[in-house]
Every structure is written in C-alpha cells, then in structure tokens.
C-alpha cells in the first residue's frame, strides 16, 4: 500500500514540477553580464544565466541582521538542471553565504540557472553576473584612521594606483627636494565612498554587504574629499568628516565601486574640551594628518594643510630637510655604499618621516587615549617646536623612539644622528617599547608590537 501510494504519487509530483519549470521557463529572468538585480522573494525564484566561458556569480543580502533566517542559493551550469536547489542534481552548487555576501565562480558552456530557497518574504537580495572577479565581495582591505578632534574625523580609504619609486642612480644621485613634486592625480580613481556611524547602531550584526550597509546614512558630513598620496602604497580619498559626537565610538567602512566592502575599523571621537587641530595634506610631510596644538583656522578653513599654516612652523623644517639633504650628498650617493642594505634615498626618507614627527607635535587626548600611550604634559612653544604660537597646554602623544632609530640605522655615520637609549632618558622625549620589544622596565614594553591599531588607539607619533 505504502510503497504503491509512493510510485503513483511521484509521477505526478514530478509531473508538476516539469510543468512549474516549463511555464516559469517563459517568465525567469535573464541576468545580464555585469550587472546586478535587486530582488525580494522573486516568483518564479529562478534566474536564468546566458552562456558564458568563465563567470561569476555573487549574492548579497541586503536586510537583516547575520543571525536572522537567510535564503540558500544554488547554481547550476549543467543544460540538464532546469531547478537547481538543496535536492541536489548535477552539476548543482550551493553559494554559501557569509555574512550575507557568497559567490560561485565557474565555466557555463551551456548557460546555467540561479535558484533561491527559503526566501523570507521581507528580505531583498542582490545577484550579480561578472566575467570575472564578483561584483560582490568583502574585500582584505580598510580604511584608514588619520586622526580625531571632538567632532571631526580624518579618514582614508585604501591605496589605490600604486606609485613605482625610482631611486636616483650615480653620477647623476639626484634626491626629492625638500618640497617634492606630487605626481598628477588618477584620472578614473576608484570609486570610494564611507559610512561612517556610531558602533552602537549595530552595524557589525548587519548583513556586511553594501546595500545593506548603505542602508545606515553616513552619521556627520563629508566636509571635504580629496585625494592624497600619502606613500608609495598609492593614492588615496581622503575624507574630513564633521558634526561628530565627542567620546564616541564609530564604526568605518568603505565601499568600492557600489559593491566591495572593506572591513570595518573603529575611531574614538575626542573629549569636548580637546582644543588641536586637524592637519594633513603637507606635500614635505606626506604621511602627517593629525591634530596639533594650533587653534581652528581662519575661516572658511576647517583643518590646517601647506596653504594655511604658519610659516614659522614650516620654514624650519623645510630648512633643515634642504640642509640635510646637502649634507648627506656630500657622501658619494650611489657610487659609494655605507651599507649593504640602505642607501642615502631610503636616508631621506626616514629623516623626514622623523622630522616631520617631531616638528608637528601631535595631541592626545588624557581621557580617550589607551591608558599606556605615551603622553606628556605639554606647553608650546618648547624647546622642540620653536615654531608654535605660545600658550598652549596640551597633551603630547610622543613620538616613537623607532622612528628615530630608523633614521640612525638607514643614515651614514658621519651625519651624526643620535637617539637617545632606552636605559637612560629616552622615554622623557619618546615613547619607547611600543614596536620594538626586548625593552625592560618602560612603558609599552613592546607588547603591543605596533604604535597603533584598527580600534583607534595610538600609542606613540610614529610619523605615519
Ligand atoms: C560546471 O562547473 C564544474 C565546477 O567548476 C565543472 O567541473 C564542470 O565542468 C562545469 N560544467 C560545464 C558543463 O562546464
Ligand atoms: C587579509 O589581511 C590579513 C591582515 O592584513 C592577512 O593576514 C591575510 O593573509 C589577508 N588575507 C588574504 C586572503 O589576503
Ligand atoms: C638628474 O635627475 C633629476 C631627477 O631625477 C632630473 O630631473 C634631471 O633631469 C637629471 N639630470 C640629468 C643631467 O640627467
Ligand atoms: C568600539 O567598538 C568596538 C566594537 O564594539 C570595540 O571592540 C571597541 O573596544 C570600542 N572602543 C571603545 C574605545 O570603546
Ligand atoms: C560612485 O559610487 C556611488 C555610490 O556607491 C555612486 O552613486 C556614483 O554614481 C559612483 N560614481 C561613479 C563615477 O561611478
Ligand atoms: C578641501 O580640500 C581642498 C584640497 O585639499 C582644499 O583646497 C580646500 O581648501 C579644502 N576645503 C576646506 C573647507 O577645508
Ligand atoms: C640651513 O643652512 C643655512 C645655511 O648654512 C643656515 O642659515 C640655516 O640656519 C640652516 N637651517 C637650519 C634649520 O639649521
């Protein structure tokens, strides 16, 4: 009985079922290459793909949050599935999802079919068809944290557009001028925007994908964006971001060309009585964008860069680039070696790494910053920053006593250059043990093994 009932009913659900695919065949939809559609319980829940060599095929859910009920998804580029789904069949795969974003990436001779199961009425999805990296992904990448005040942000997205360097060569040993020139822009950079809102909207427990993510306007104003090349890793967007909350914890993607997400990184905005000022976009000191003890800008500036600060900060420093840069080619760059691994270019560039770090003494913050940060109680003008307007206290973030040993190690002998040592009084003017560990008895310890961290905390200036 049982086992009749079940050989006269599977014909007929298959039956069925062949009708479904075939009246559903008309109305499928066709993805089409390099595109994507945005659905939400598609009927029939098919989707038809063109033939294709190679293609790619990605998901991204665009509601809910990672623990609610999600669709599975199936493709298939064998001719002779016309359902692909979790009953399996050949040449059936499943996009696995995570975090609410999945690809399958395959050859479709023959075309091929998307299938959706378990669709929750209410949630929407993307599919994209690409010929060759999915269109949808978390990409290895993330934004970058210059600095904060109580309401503003420096941030930076990826490198993009990398720059070859060409070392100078003998005879003609030839080294950037104090003001190097900055190479023209990309003409088509990638398409970087940022969502920036506070960590407590959850935005980690949502769907990590773009349209989802999207789905939080950025909290504040983009007040500025621009793209700068901080170092040879490439150019980058540089946004000012306004009108944050003081002492809050924010939360930082990017997305690329509508539809890659970076990882999140997290920022600390200041306490509201934190009075520096943002400053980046120094074409001597590339890599500074950090808050020094200057009072706001005149206006309609809102943060400081080459056009509008004191000359008595810059002029010295530009000074003794220009007069270390004579000293050191006085050493026969390029014909003569002082070492088998540096040579006087990688000298320069780790001078003014240095230079800059300790020109522009850079401000923390007592009550956000991690309590073993290296700070000091400061005045300005000091002894190091002749060039500040006086009467200024503030919180110095010191820099990073590897900062100046890298100088030391990548510069001849003859130069001079000296850092103080860690067993006498070297943390009085750096932080010490924050990179470098094996360093008794100090601050940092090198346990941290870095000067900073996706979380915003900064330990010590290391000029970057
Ligand atoms: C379908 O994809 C699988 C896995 O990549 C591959 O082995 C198979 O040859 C493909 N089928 C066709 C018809 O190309
Ligand atoms: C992603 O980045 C992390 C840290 O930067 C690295 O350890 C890991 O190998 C990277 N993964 C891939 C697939 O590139
Ligand atoms: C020497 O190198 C500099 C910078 O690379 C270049 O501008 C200059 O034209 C070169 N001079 C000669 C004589 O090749
Ligand atoms: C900011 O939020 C992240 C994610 O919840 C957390 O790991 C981090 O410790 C928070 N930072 C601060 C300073 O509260
Ligand atoms: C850049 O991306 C944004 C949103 O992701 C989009 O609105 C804009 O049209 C894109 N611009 C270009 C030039 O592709
Ligand atoms: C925005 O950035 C550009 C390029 O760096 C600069 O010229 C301009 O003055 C900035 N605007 C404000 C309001 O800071
Ligand atoms: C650089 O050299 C010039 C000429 O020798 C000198 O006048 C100037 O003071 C030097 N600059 C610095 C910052 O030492």
Known sequence: MFLTDRISMLPAALLLLLNAALSAAQTRQTLALNTVVNEAAPNPPFFTIPTGNVLAVSIALCTGTTDTPVPRFFVTNDSSTASPGSGGGDNVFEIVLDHGTGSWTGTFPAGGVVGVENAPPQMSFQIGLSSDIPIHQVVNTSALLGDTTASQALLFSPPFSPQEVQDPSYPNYTLPNAIPSIPTPPSNPINYTVIVAPTSNGLLAMQQTACALSTQKSTGVVANESLWLRDNSGWRKEWL?????????????????????????????????????????????????????????????????????PTSLTAPLI??????????????????????????????????????????????????????????????????????PSGRSFTQLLPCLETCTATDRACPNFLGFRCPLPRFNAAQSYGVGYLDSGVDGVQGGGSTGSWSDGFGNVWCNSGW
């Open 319 to 388: 000074s003794s680039l220009t007069n270390f840069t004579t000293t050191l080619t006085t050493f026969a760059c390029g014909r003569d070696f002082y070492s088998p691994l540096v040579t006087c270019a990688d000298c320069q560039r780790a001078y003014r790494i240095w230079l800059c770090a300790i020109s522009f003494s850079r401000c923390a913050d007592p009550d956000t910053a991690p309590s073993a940060a290296a700070l000091l109680p400061s005045q300005s003008p000091n002894a190091r920053n002749p060039g500040f």
């Open 241 to 309: 971001m306004t009108g944050l909350t003081a002492k809050t914890n924010y939360t930082v993607y990017t997305i690329q060309d509508t539809y890659k997400v970076s990882k999140p990184i997290f920022f600390t905005t200041k306490s509201s009585t934190f009075s520096c000022s943002l400053v980046s976009q120094l074409p001597y000191c590339p890599t500074i964008a950090y808050a020094v003890p200057l009072p706001q800008p005149p206006s309609p500036q809102i943060t400081y860069d080459s056009t509008n600060l």
